[in-house]
Structures are given as structure tokens and as C-alpha cells.
Nanobody, 124 residues
């Protein structure tokens, strides 16, 4: 069983930056892909960025493209989300997710079988 622990959330003003981290209890290379999702109050959870741990290929939601960067550090078993030019609409709980085996790696929640507890990001 893989445990994911997020950190790095906080409160920032619009235009500011934050870097989220997600530490995995297992070697992240064992995950086929990993992703960041977010959920704002009253809204459904949405995927914002994902990465294939083998190739390093990345994909972004249109709403964050050009502002967010997903990356990983295999040696530290850590996934990152660098968030720049933050907007009030980026306010949400941010979750790290991982898929353990080969398979679809989109922005659907069912594509991932491991989830962290989330870290809150508030942009004012």
C-alpha cells in the first residue's frame, strides 16, 4: 500500500507562487503515473497536472497551462507542483494521486488508486 503525504499549501496573494510537495512511501518509479488534482468548495475534483514516471512526459489542464509545472525527484520519492501567477480561482484543496500499474493515466479520478489527504491553497 502506497501512502502519499502532501505539503506546501498556504495563503498567498494573487500573482504569488507556491510549491506543493507529495512524498511517497514507495519508490515513485513503481507508480506508472502520478497527478495533482484539486477540489474547490462546492465543485467536483479536477485534474490539473499529471506525469508519467518513466518517460517524464507531462500534461496540464488548460486552466493552469503556462502557470503550473509538475515535476518529480526520484531520489526523494517526491512529486512537486510549482504554481506561479496564482489566481483566486486556484483556491482549492490540492491532492496528490498515483496509479500503481500500467493503464489509463488521464484526469479521471478512477485512473488513480492512491491518494493523499490534501493540502489547502488559498489565493486572495
Amino acid at each position: 500500500h502506497v501512502q502519499l503525504v502532501e505539503s506546501g499549501g498556504g495563503s498567498v496573494q494573487a500573482g504569488g507562487s507556491l510549491r506543493l510537495s507529495c512524498v511517497s512511501s514507495a519508490n515513485i518509479r513503481a507508480s506508472y503515473c502520478m497527478a495533482w488534482f484539486r477540489q474547490a468548495p462546492g465543485k467536483e475534483r479536477e485534474g490539473v497536472a499529471r506525469i508519467y514516471t518513466g518517460s517524464g512526459n507531462t500534461y496540464y489542464a488548460d486552466s493552469v497551462k503556462g502557470r503550473f509545472i509538475i515535476s518529480k525527484d526520484n531520489a526523494k520519492n517526491t512529486l512537486y507542483l510549482q504554481m506561479d501567477s496564482l489566481k483566486p480561482e486556484d483556491t482549492a484543496m490540492y491532492y496528490c494521486a498515483a496509479r500503481g500499474r500500467w493503464g489509463p493515466c488521464g484526469f479521471g479520478e478512477s485512473d488513480y488508486n492512491y491518494w493523499g489527504q490534501g493540502t489547502q491553497v488559498t489565493v486572495s
